[in-house]
Nanobody, 121 residues
Framework: HVQLVESGGGSVQAGGSLRLSCAASGYTYSDYCMGWFRQAPGKEREGVAAIDSDGSIAYADSVKGRFTISQDNAKNTLYLQMNSLKPEDTAMYYC????????????????WGQGTQVTVS
């Protein structure tokens, strides 16, 4: 049974930082494309960042230079370090997994976490 559990969300002031974590059970991160998505109220879900099994990384233009995706394979944990947060970053953030190669998990995913709320004021 595959399970993704996010944590680390919260409320911060603009310019602040948060680090999201996603713990996985049921499979090994290094064998999959892992990504972060977000969805704000009234908006479509969008890909934020992704890291593939070959180390390829992609970021949405809106977060480049501010967010960093990484993973600790030993802990089977995915991270999203978010710096210089802006009010427009407010959203529910989801961890997701998809088949490896091609950074497919930047746009779609097979498995999803339950989400963690990030609010920037």
């Amino acid at each position: 049974h595959v399970q993704l559990v996010e944590s680390g969300g919260g409320s911060v002031q603009a310019g602040g930082s948060l680090r999201l974590s996603c713990a996985a059970s049921g499979y090994t991160y290094s064998d999959y494309c892992m990504g972060w998505f977000r969805q704000a109220p009234g908006k479509e879900r969008e890909g934020v960042a992704a890291i593939d099994s070959d180390g390829s990384i992609a970021y949405a233009d809106s977060v480049k230079g501010r967010f960093t995706i990484s993973q600790d394979n030993a802990k089977n944990t995915l991270y999203l370090q978010m710096n210089s947060l802006k009010p427009e970053d407010t959203a529910m953030y989801y961890c997701a997994a998809d088949s490896p190669y091609g950074l497919s998990c930047f746009t779609e995913a097979q498995d999803w976490g339950q989400g963690t709320q990030v609010t920037v004021s």
